[in-house]
């Protein structure tokens, strides 16, 4: 484990029920980052989606794979030990290709694997990819940008 979810806390500003990165597992500065998600029957959304045959959102998938990146990218400007997360803030700008291939049900670890394919300032570019039991279930092209935050 590199990071567990109080750390995680200390970098992003999601919190339950929308933060979406259990652990970090892997991570290298501005090159890679492994994250998952452990997907339980006790997950809100799933009152509604669906109740008789519970299916994670696919729009939670690569909301998660967006905050692993947000995780990476703040890490890779700012250390690990890094002390401005009251004044920074990641914030994601786009998704490109996104493709589901297999449902996410309750019971699964979803793993998000994610590359940084280009990085110029604060603007981020990720390849995310996200597995259940190293199979792929989604991926998609994300952007991000770092910012100040808003007083």
């Known amino acids: 484990m590199l990071y567990d979810v109080q750390k995680i806390k200390e970098i992003l500003p999601h919190r339950f029920p929308f933060l979406l990165v259990d652990r970090v597992t892997a991570l290298t500065s501005e090159e890679s980052i492994e994250a998952y998600k452990n997907i339980t029957i006790n997950e809100e959304v ?15 998938v690569i909301e998660g794979m967006a905050q692993a990146g947000g995780v990476l990218a703040f890490v890779s400007m700012f250390g690990e030990e890094a002390s401005n997360h009251d004044e920074k803030i990641v914030y994601f ?35 995310g990819r996200a597995y259940v039991d190293d199979k792929l279930v989604a991926e998609a092209e994300l952007k991000a940008m770092v910012a100040d935050k808003e007083k």
């Open 46 to 60: 799933f009152q509604g989606h669906f109740p008789i045959k519970p299916v994670y959102p696919g729009v939670l």
């Open 93 to 127: 700008m786009s998704i490109d290709k996104a493709k589901f291939r297999v449902p996410v049900t309750p019971g699964d670890k979803l793993v998000y694997r994610l590359n940084v394919l280009k990085h110029k300032g604060s603007i981020w570019i990720l390849e």
